[in-house]
C-alpha cells in the first residue's frame, strides 16, 4: 500500500466522526487552557500541520473519545512527514498506538474505541511504518506494536 491509498483509507474509516465535544478531549489535568486551545471545536481535518508538529504527544493526553477522533490527523501527518521531520510526533504516534505487554489500560481503553475500520486502518499504519525501516521513525516499535494489537 503506498502513501496515497494509506491516507485514503484512514479518510474512509474516520472520516464522518463527530466531534466528541470538548468535556470529552482529555482526563483531568493541568495544562487546560493549552489543550482546549490546540482542540478547541476542530475537526481533526481541519488541524494545523505544525500543532501536529508540535504538540507531539498529545494523544498520550486525550481521552479515549478524543484520541479516536483526532488519531488520524496525526497518522495523516506521519505519513505525509516521516522523512523530512525531525519532529518527536512520528515516533510518538507510533509509540501511542502500543498497548505495551502486560497492556496499559489507560492506552487500551483508547484502543478499544477503535471500529474494525478503524483498527483496519491503524494496522495498516503501522505495516508501513514498520516497513520504513529507516532512520526516520522506529520501525521496530511500530512492530512491536503490531504484535500487540495483532
Known amino acids: 500500500m503506498d502513501e496515497s491509498e494509506l491516507i485514503a483509507l484512514i479518510h474512509e474509516a474516520f472520516g464522518d466522526m463527530p466531534h466528541p465535544g470538548d468535556a470529552s478531549l482529555r482526563p483531568e489535568a493541568c495544562d487546560d487552557h493549552e489543550i482546549q486551545a490546540f482542540y478547541g471545536n476542530k ?16 494523544l498520550c493526553f486525550l481521552s ?7 488519531l488520524p490527523a496525526f497518522l495523516v501527518w506521519v505519513i505525509r512527514n516521516y522523512r523530512g521531520s525531525d519532529a518527536f510526533t512520528v ?3 507510533i509509540y501511542a498506538l502500543d498497548p505495551g505487554s502486560p497492556p496499559d489500560h489507560f492506552k487500551l481503553s483508547k484502543l ?8 483496519q486502518a491503524v494496522l495498516a499504519f503501522l505495516e508501513f511504518m514498520a516497513a520504513a525501516g529507516d532512520e526516520s521513525c522506529d520501525a521496530e516499535a511500530a512492530e512491536y506494536a503490531l504484535g500487540n494489537l495483532g
Not at 475537526?43 to 498529545?58: F, G, R, V
Not at 474505541?113 to 478503524?118: F, K, M, V
Request: proline share 6%; no cysteine; aromatic share 14%.
Open 43 to 58: 475537526h481533526w481535518q481541519d488541524m494545523a500541520e505544525k500543532d501536529l508538529a508540535y504538540h507531539n504527544a498529545a
Open 112 to 119: 478499544r474505541l477503535l471500529s474494525p475500520r478503524q483498527r
Open 91 to 93: 515516533d510518538s504516534t
Open 64 to 70: 479515549p473519545a478524543g484520541f479516536q477522533f483526532f
